[in-house]
């Protein structure tokens, strides 16, 4: 059925009679007041132009609505299909905001003359919701563009006539959108990086592509298309339930990004995989009190959850949700910056953190324990947190602290400037060498860390590497820090041997100064080093000369490659790695993807988003290693699962690459604040048979505890593309409900 057009009087009057209610309508645990939520919000360093702007051209039928609840308390409304609204405009990105509701219908979005959305402004609630984020763009290369806004005239509801209507638009201009001459090849429009050279010669490449929607805290690769990114509570663009979303998936084949609920406020929170293949986020931070509004946001105080995400490895990642429920589930204490990692028995280990959130952390909120999940019963602590006085010697530096399984089942752990090997059976504490050079590692001087390749030719020997962070003196207030202070080039290694710790610290320079940088293990065994700043340290808003809000200054663009295996001295190279045109510091994200890239993403250095220097970064990297552009090996049966010491049959096409053959099984991690927890490579004996590789599982849960991998054929150095399988079984951890029930019973909740 066909509905009549309404008058202009009476459009109006829709305009006129709607009021819109409370986002959730409802009060929130921690929060005492509930208003209006409207995701119109103009992050400093954006523009905003309203409805009226002359700029704006409205073609065809459209009408000037009024109300107070408009920005500017006016909006332009047309219910013409057909009508549309041209507006010029230069920057790297686009807002359109306008009103959501069962008359509000769909509108092709067009960006310099290309569909690039079919836009919904259709709602079934009972009000209008004014000041709406319908549509947005953020990967346009800085330069003009031209948005167009076309009415389709129908909606989901009924076909028939539909409102659409422009309250405002907002132009995000990042990096202040100069950018110099020389990344002119970045955005494809020329490529002066190839000459002297075959331009399908394989080198390295980065481009920018596809925006993370939310902002990139938190970074996890759940399969072989999507990787899960969790954020904070602030005012994000894609929304979810009517308020901004703090969580989201990433589609790495399509770059489409869609929002992921989460009840309590995840800030800061560690995690890590199961056995059985779920995912825990862990801790987080209170209810924030302040204009980012609790009471917009409707979260609850997530310094104790536990949120579970169960596998979800369908292409199109349907019912994938993350699971919040702190009656039922959560931890015995509060932590903020703890880190996760998962154990030989598919539990996981939560170590550290702070009881509040704050910054640097001291003897008041330091929380020096441990605890698991599931809760575990450790000589007779009944699940309750147990004490590890390596967390009181390593104040203050040490939030988030580095920690690995090692290959005999225990647990390095570093922190702040010193390392132990912790004995979770016994309860006991080895502590190594100190870090030489008065070299901090953990928040806030956060450097990176990664347990160097296991293989069976050295028999699985392990050796930590530690990249960056800062020589500032922890015990120093805020106000007496600089954002110039220069972060360390130092580079640290320790064998995890009786002869390795003898020998001590082996003490490398990269080639610049970082802190904060992300250590990305590649298939072929080499690391890559991204993101960082030269100067300052982690955090916002806390030391002299801040920029913006960022306490760091001097971003570092230029990747480096570690390789390991080289002599020292010519490990380090840069050679012929493109730089970034985007500053990417605290709160910044790197992977490796299943397809061999690196994912680049984040850097929020702000209490809220913002767009002034150092915004709220959404745009995303992929960093794209010489071998992505070679004729790749290929596994070409389905794998889904690989035993301990178990012989798999792989069938593989090598494309007639002729070289050394390698199957590795890689953990990619879970990454956050520098930290890529549980991040692990381990070399499979294997043996090619005609078309079939013979690979046979991890020897034991130490070497690779159960859980999820991504195994890669690796032939002359090539990686194919990564398979995830189950390592072990896909149990569940162990659980005791008598010990889950007496920590439950002895402890307190913080969200009540
Ligand atoms: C300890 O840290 C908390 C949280 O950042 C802060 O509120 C408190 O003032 C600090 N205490 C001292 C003694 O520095
Ligand atoms: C994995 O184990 C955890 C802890 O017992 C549990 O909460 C979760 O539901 C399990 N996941 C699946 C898919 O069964």
Excluded at 328 to 345: E, Q, S
Aim: charged share 20%; hydrophobic share 35%.
């Amino acid at each position: 059925m066909l509905l009549r057009p309404l008058s202009h009087l009476a459009l109006w009057a829709i305009y006129a009679s709607a009021r819109e209610s409370a986002w959730n309508g409802a009060y929130t645990a921690n929060s005492n007041a509930v208003g209006p939520f409207r995701p119109y919000y103009v992050p400093q360093g954006t523009t905003s132009y309203d409805s009226t702007s002359p700029l704006i051209r409205y073609h065809k039928k459209w009408i000037k609505v009024r109300s107070n609840d408009f920005i500017g308390h006016s909006a332009r409304a047309t219910q013409q299909a057909g009508a549309y609204v041209t507006f010029t405009f230069y920057g790297t990105g686009i807002e359109w905001f306008g009103s959501m509701d069962p008359r509000h219908g769909f509108a092709d979005v067009y960006i310099d003359g290309d569909l690039i959305e079919r836009a919904n402004a259709w709602r079934d609630t009972p009000r209008r919701m004014s000041q709406q984020l319908i549509f947005w763009k953020y990967d346009l290369h800085c330069g003009p563009h031209k948005i167009k806004v076309y009415n389709v005239g129908t909606h989901p509801g009924v076909t028939g006539l539909a409102i659409i209507d422009v309250d405002a638009f907002v132009v995000t201009r990042y990096g202040g959108c100069k950018l110099p001459q020389a990344y002119g090849h970045y955005f494809g429009s020329s490529s002066p990086s190839l000459k002297g050279r075959q331009a399908n010669e394989p080198h390295w490449s980065l481009n920018q592509l596809g925006s993370t929607g939310v902002a990139a805290m938190q970074l996890v690769v759940i399969s072989e298309s999507h990787v899960l990114i969790i954020d904070k509570v602030e005012h994000n663009p894609l929304t979810i339930d009517g308020h901004p979303a703090w969580a989201a998936l990433y589609n790495l084949k399509t770059h489409a990004v869609r929002p992921i609920h989460i009840r309590s406020n995840s800030f800061c929170a560690g995690g890590t995989f199961l056995g059985n293949g779920s995912l825990i986020s862990v801790g987080g931070n209170p209810v924030v009190e302040d204009y980012t509004g609790a009471a917009d946001f409707g979260d609850i105080d997530g310094m104790q959850s536990v949120r579970i995400f169960d596998p979800c490895d369908s292409p199109k990642a349907k019912n994938c949700r993350l699971y919040d429920d702190p009656k039922r589930i959560r931890l015995a204490t509060p932590r903020w910056y703890n880190t996760v990692i998962r154990l030989d028995d598919g539990s996981a280990l939560i170590i550290g953190g702070s009881k509040k959130g704050g910054w640097i952390n001291n003897a008041t909120v330091n929380n020096p324990t441990i605890e698991y999940f599931p809760p575990k019963d450790v000589r007779g602590s009944k699940g309750m947190p147990i004490r590890l006085p390596f967390l009181v010697d390593t104040l203050n530096s040490n939030l988030f602290p580095i920690a690995f399984l090692l290959p005999d089942g225990k647990v390095l752990i570093v922190a702040n400037q010193d390392a132990v090997i912790y004995d979770r059976h016994d309860n006991t504490e080895r502590r190594l060498p100190k870090i030489p050079n008065g070299v901090r590692v953990t928040y806030p001087m956060a450097g990176g860390g990664v347990l160097l390749p296991l293989s069976p030719e050295t028999d699985y020997k392990a050796e930590i590497l530690l990249c960056g962070g800062s020589t500032i003196d922890d015990e120093r207030r805020g106000y007496d820090i600089s954002s110039q202070e220069p972060a360390t080039s130092q580079c640290s290694r320790l064998v995890l041997t009786e002869d390795g710790i003898r020998a001590g610290w082996q003490i490398e320079e990269m080639p610049q100064a970082r802190t904060m940088p992300d250590l990305v293990l590649l298939p072929t065994g080499d690391i890559v080093i991204v993101n960082g700043a030269g100067s300052g340290i982690s955090g916002y808003g806390n030391v002299k000369g801040q920029v913006g809000s960022s306490n760091a200054d001097l971003p570092v663009t230029t990747p480096v490659l570690y390789r390991p295996q080289a002599p020292a001295g010519l490990r380090f190279t840069e050679a012929n790695i493109p730089s970034s045109p985007i500053p990417r510091m605290y709160h910044s994200v790197a992977t490796l993807t299943p397809s061999g890239d690196i994912m680049i993403a984040g850097s929020n250095p702000n209490l809220d988003r913002s767009e002034v220097k150092y915004g709220t970064e959404y745009r995303v990297e992929w960093l794209h290693p010489p071998y992505m552009m070679s004729k790749r090996p290929e596994i070409t049966d389905k794998i889904k699962s690989i035993g301990y010491k178990q012989d798999l049959f792989i069938k593989v096409n090598l494309h007639e690459i002729v070289g050394e053959v390698r199957v590795v099984l890689m953990d990619l991690g879970f990454v956050t604040h520098a930290v890529h927890a549980n991040s692990r490579m381990v070399y499979l004996e294997a043996v090619l048979q005609n078309d079939q590789v013979k690979v046979t599982g991890p020897p034991n849960s130490f070497i690779y505890p159960p859980g999820p991998g991504f195994l890669y054929i690796v032939v002359d150095s090539v990686p194919s593309f990564g398979k995830k399988v189950m390592v072990g079984d896909g149990g569940d951890p162990p659980v005791d409900p008598k010990v889950t029930e007496y920590m439950m019973h002895h402890t307190k909740a913080s969200s009540g």
